[in-house]
């Protein structure tokens, strides 16, 4: 089947600007600190009574203090978002206390007793990577969504490698009329099948983006001997119901 960033949100400054303005900040703190020393110690030199001197040592103390507080809020804020984002020891995202667990993606077919959940497929090189295929429908990366406009693409084994029949072994029988359904969580899609067709493995305008709504499922057909390969795919065309 070879056919088949950043404080507080991704809208935010970028890195290298957020620790430039930590530099500064801390670079400013530093400057009003030593300046604040300087307006005692060389208050003489600066032409300051010791009234003057005691008064501007005070207000460039605050605003060092001040200067170096944001510093702290800051980098703070960017650290702990960092420590929130960063991927578990298998290198999954770290779960967040409170977030939604993952919603399973249903494939149902009634007329062929199919109920699978959906997978997705990258596309590595020249060809969607279907290896870790198994029993469920692999939806192709690329083609639209459940429920976004376009043509979802969902390809499935005939039969699977050292484990029997596929999903899709009975593809071929659907007729225009068939429904397939979808669901995603507490969404239920629902598509009426209008085209069963046989296609060459190199026809890949069937997974072409599209103005309607529409789902597209893929198999193989045509087995042969000779080349130890199917030599056809079995394409099922289904318009979604508004």
Known sequence: MDFFTTLTNPESPPKDLIALAIGLLLGISLVLFIRSRQAWTKRQAFGYNVYTATRQRARLGRL???ALAATVLIGGAYFARNM????????????????????????????LAVETTMIEVPFVGQQWDISRLRDEAAHLEGTAYPGEPGNVVLAGHITIPDAGWGPFKDLHTLTPGDRVFIEHGAATYVYVVSEVKEVSPTDVQVAYPTAD????????????????DYTHRVVVVAEMLE
């Open 64 to 66: 060092s203090l001040f």
């Open 84 to 111: 929130l984002s960063l991927p578990a020891a298998d290198g999954t995202p770290s779960e967040v206390a409170g977030a939604p667990a993952e919603v399973e993606t249903i494939l149902l077919i009634p007329r």
């Open 213 to 228: 709504n529409r789902l597209t499922l893929i198999t193989c057909s045509g087995w042969s001997d000779i080349l130890e």
